[in-house]
């Protein structure tokens, strides 16, 4: 199926390439044995009027075995396409699946053994880390908003780093995404303190800007618990980053009369 105009399929190339099949197919990747490459898909959606758009960056699939933001990051890719006026002012750069060789295997891990998740910054030569970090580097996102599941978690949660915005999105993303699942309220999260489903510290070697980025860009973790319903998960998440949009919209246009 043809793509809208404002939507752009790219990616890393690899001899056999995926399809993102738009708007009424599963989104379905398909990828190469590891010595012939692996494909990581990305959609692109360009503001309806030419000019700078608000870039962000929409990271899901990290971990093979987290399906939940791969398919919430496909109805968002669907919304994108179905209705480009909501998004008139932001150019949204998706990436379903960062580990299409976990993906395939079911595991949270790449076919290399190593958790992704862990590997950034650091000169890891896994070529999803390395294609992801180039990315990262060359299109200097504005904001990173990273999908994940939990399955020791009861309830939606996440971290947040970088700008000081960060904070005042992720608190409305929860609530809009209680409309499907609870929060996490407990003051431990996964060994971090946390405050309300927040959470201020995180791992090293996670899926973030590069570290010399200046300013530094806005960067939220959103993550439901893995054991609820998938189409619940799906429907937090979707809600969760459509909230953070439109508030991250409004700041924006709140500074900008400042």
Same mark, same amino acid.
């Given at each position: 199926?043809?793509?809208?105009?404002?939507?752009?399929?790219?990616?890393?190339?690899?001899?056999?390439?995926?399809?993102?099949?738009?708007? +009424?197919?599963?989104?379905? *990747?398909?990828?190469?044995?590891? +010595? %012939?490459?692996?494909?990581?898909?990305?959609?692109?959606? @360009?503001?309806? @009027?030419?000019?700078?758009?608000? @870039? *962000?960056?929409?990271? $899901?699939?990290?971990?093979?075995?987290?399906?939940?933001?791969?398919?919430?990051?496909?109805?968002?890719?669907?919304?994108?396409?179905?209705?480009?006026? /909501?998004?008139?002012?932001?150019?949204?750069?998706?990436?379903?699946?960062?580990?299409?060789?976990?993906?395939?295997?079911?595991?949270?891990?790449?076919?290399?053994?190593?958790?992704?998740?862990?590997?950034?910054?650091?000169?890891?030569?896994?070529?999803? !880390?390395?294609?992801?970090?180039? /990315?990262?580097?060359?299109?200097?996102?504005?904001?990173?908003?990273?999908?994940?599941?939990?399955?020791?978690?009861?309830?939606?949660?996440?971290?947040?780093?970088?700008?000081?915005?960060?904070?005042?999105?992720?608190?409305?993303?929860?609530?809009?995404?209680?409309?499907?699942?609870?929060?996490?309220?407990?003051?431990?999260?996964?060994?971090?303190?946390?405050?309300?489903?927040? *959470?201020?510290?995180?791992?090293?070697?996670?899926?973030?800007?590069?570290?010399?980025?200046?300013?530094?860009?806005? /960067?939220? !973790?959103?993550?439901?618990? $893995?054991?609820?319903?998938?189409?619940? %998960?799906?429907?937090?998440? !979707? $809600?969760? !980053?459509?909230?953070?949009?439109?508030?991250?919209?409004?700041? %924006?246009?709140?500074?900008?009369?400042?």
């Amino acid at each position: 199926m043809t793509l809208p105009s404002h939507l752009q399929f790219t990616g890393r190339h690899a001899p056999q390439r995926g399809s993102i099949p738009l708007p +009424d197919r599963r989104l379905m *990747i398909e990828t190469d044995p590891p +010595d %012939q490459g692996i494909f990581i898909p990305k959609i692109v959606s @360009k503001p309806v @009027k030419t000019g700078h758009g608000i @870039k *962000i960056g929409i990271f $899901a699939g990290i971990h093979g075995d987290e399906e939940a933001g791969t398919l919430a990051t496909q109805e968002l890719i669907h919304w994108a396409a179905e209705k480009p006026e /909501e998004l008139h002012d932001y150019e949204l750069h998706f990436f379903p699946i960062c580990n299409p060789t976990g993906r395939n295997l079911g595991t949270r891990h790449s076919h290399s053994g190593l958790d992704l998740n862990r590997e950034f910054w650091f000169g890891s030569t896994e070529p999803e !880390v390395v294609y992801l970090e180039s /990315e990262l580097r060359r299109e200097s996102y504005e904001g990173i908003i990273s999908l994940h599941s939990d399955d020791t978690s009861d309830g939606c949660y996440g971290f947040v780093s970088g700008a000081l915005l960060s904070e005042h999105l992720l608190e409305p993303a929860l609530q809009a995404a209680a409309d499907f699942l609870p929060r996490n309220e407990q003051h431990i999260i996964d060994g971090f303190l946390a405050s309300r489903g927040i *959470i201020k510290e995180g791992y090293l070697g996670i899926l973030s800007a590069p570290p010399e980025q200046r300013p530094h860009a806005l /960067e939220i !973790v959103f993550e439901t618990p $893995a054991l609820a319903p998938m189409d619940a %998960q799906v429907k937090a998440t !979707v $809600a969760a !980053v459509k909230r953070i949009l439109a508030e991250y919209r409004e700041l %924006q246009a709140y500074a900008a009369n400042l």
